[in-house]
Structures are given as structure tokens and as C-alpha cells.
């Protein structure tokens, strides 16, 4: 069964000893959703289809906004072409040189074809998407089980930076030696525990979205 927004908060508010939900409410739906897009564009996003349609003078076509982006590019999978029945080749960019047959996913968040797709030609495109985005109580946490725990940590070690922050800044006007040090703050510590703890999750299961199919 999938959790809501309305359940899942007090899963991570337990961890922050925020029993109400209530201290902490804006810091932990910020954070989760900044776990949940870490989650889609670093490991396993939201396997997605669209369909394009050639019309025989066009070239390039946008990508879905919600494609994830990261590092190495847009998480395109894979390109059926429809209409023939094959997996498209994905072609290299190179510079000064004339670009092989099939598609090139641009930097623009655009998606061209070498040669040009003829009229009413259909294409598949299999991309990743970001989940989306937590707003209220009844949003849905779609994603994995077993990234339930890692999405937890994450937000609750976000979270716990906050009170650390405002200690932080307290501890600039402490005059006294033996007042302590903001870095001694323990908060502090078990903040990188959890993200820590979040990137040992995902390293222990496999991505098998990012592959490529053909």
C-alpha cells in the first residue's frame, strides 16, 4: 500500500523526536522533496513513455519537463520507432563532424533526429521522470519500498540542520572560552549519520532504470 504525505511525515518526525509533526512541519516537506528528486536523478527515478510524431520538416522536440536531468544528461532509456518496429541508435555529438543516423539528446532539453522523421512517423521515447512533488497530506510517496527508509533519513538529517543552524548563529555572541563550539553540537554529527545512512541505502540496491534498453 502506498504511504501519503499525511501518515509518511510522522514517520519522519519520530526520527527528529517531533511526535506532532508540528516543530518541524515546513523544514520536513521541503526536505522530502529534495530527497525525492536526489532519489529520481542519482538512482531510481519514474520510468515514463511519450510519443512524437513526424511531420516531415521537423528535427528537434522537447523533452517532458518532468525528465530527469543530473550529471551525464537527460535520462533518455531508449527510442522505438514505432511505425518500423526497431530501438533506435542514440548518436554521438561531435563537433565538426556530421552526426550518425538516429537520436541526440541536446543540452537544451531537446531531442533531434538525423535524418529528419517523416510525416506521421510515431516514435516511443522511454524516459526517467522526477516523482513528483509533495504538497499536501494527500500526496502520494510513489517510489520503492524498500527507498522508504533512505527518503526517511535524508529528510530527517535536512531537517536536524535547522536547529543547528539557529545554535550556530547564537554562538557567535558567547564571549565565555568554555562556551563550546557550534561543530561540538551533537545534532550536528547525527545530521551526517542519516544522509550518510541514505547513501549507503542506495548503494546497496541496484539501478536498473538507468540502464539503456534495446
Given at each position: 500500500m502506498q504511504k501519503t504525505w499525511g501518515t509518511f511525515k510522522y514517520e519522519i518526525a519520530r526520527i527528529?523526536?517531533?511526535?506532532?509533526?508540528?516543530?518541524?512541519?515546513?523544514?520536513?516537506?521541503?526536505?522530502?522533496?529534495?530527497?525525492?528528486?536526489?532519489?529520481?536523478?542519482?538512482?531510481?527515478?519514474?520510468?515514463?513513455?511519450?510519443?512524437?510524431?513526424?511531420?516531415?520538416a521537423t528535427?528537434?522536440?522537447?523533452?517532458?519537463?518532468?525528465?530527469?536531468?543530473?550529471?551525464?544528461?537527460?535520462?533518455?532509456?531508449?527510442?522505438?520507432?514505432v511505425t518500423?518496429?526497431?530501438?533506435?541508435?542514440?548518436?554521438?555529438i561531435i563537433p565538426g563532424m556530421v552526426p550518425d543516423e538516429g537520436y541526440m539528446i541536446w543540452p537544451d532539453y531537446t531531442l533531434k533526429f538525423n535524418p529528419i522523421p517523416p510525416t506521421t512517423r510515431v516514435y516511443n521515447v522511454h524516459y526517467i521522470?522526477?516523482?513528483?512533488?509533495?504538497?499536501?497530506?494527500?500526496?502520494?510517496?510513489?517510489?520503492?519500498?524498500?527507498?522508504?527508509?533512505?527518503?526517511k533519513l535524508y529528510a530527517a538529517g535536512r531537517v536536524l540542520q535547522s536547529p543547528v543552524s539557529q545554535l550556530t548563529l547564537l554562538a557567535n555572541f558567547r564571549t565565555r572560552v568554555d562556551s563550546g563550539n557550534?561543530?561540538?553540537?551533537?545534532?550536528l554529527d547525527l545530521s551526517k549519520y542519516y544522509i550518510t545512512q541514505f547513501w549507503d541505502i542506495l548503494a546497496a540496491h541496484p539501478a536498473p532504470q538507468l540502464d539503456k534498453i534495446s
Amino acid at each position: 500500500m502506498q504511504k501519503t504525505w499525511g501518515t509518511f511525515k510522522y514517520e519522519i518526525a519520530r526520527i527528529v523526536n517531533d511526535p506532532q509533526a508540528a516543530k518541524f512541519s515546513d523544514d520536513m516537506l521541503a526536505s522530502v522533496n529534495d530527497a525525492l528528486r536526489i532519489l529520481a536523478s542519482t538512482h531510481t527515478g519514474v520510468a515514463s513513455t511519450f510519443n512524437l510524431v513526424g511531420d516531415g520538416a521537423t528535427a528537434s522536440f522537447p523533452v517532458p519537463d518532468n525528465a530527469v536531468d543530473s550529471n551525464d544528461g537527460i535520462r533518455i532509456r531508449g527510442v522505438y520507432d514505432v511505425t518500423v518496429g526497431v530501438w533506435m541508435t542514440e548518436s554521438d555529438i561531435i563537433p565538426g563532424m556530421v552526426p550518425d543516423e538516429g537520436y541526440m539528446i541536446w543540452p537544451d532539453y531537446t531531442l533531434k533526429f538525423n535524418p529528419i522523421p517523416p510525416t506521421t512517423r510515431v516514435y516511443n521515447v522511454h524516459y526517467i521522470a522526477y516523482y513528483n512533488d509533495v504538497d499536501d497530506d494527500n500526496s502520494i510517496i510513489d517510489i520503492p519500498k524498500w527507498a522508504y527508509e533512505a527518503v526517511k533519513l535524508y529528510a530527517a538529517g535536512r531537517v536536524l540542520q535547522s536547529p543547528v543552524s539557529q545554535l550556530t548563529l547564537l554562538a557567535n555572541f558567547r564571549t565565555r572560552v568554555d562556551s563550546g563550539n557550534p561543530e561540538h553540537n551533537p545534532m550536528l554529527d547525527l545530521s551526517k549519520y542519516y544522509i550518510t545512512q541514505f547513501w549507503d541505502i542506495l548503494a546497496a540496491h541496484p539501478a536498473p532504470q538507468l540502464d539503456k534498453i534495446s
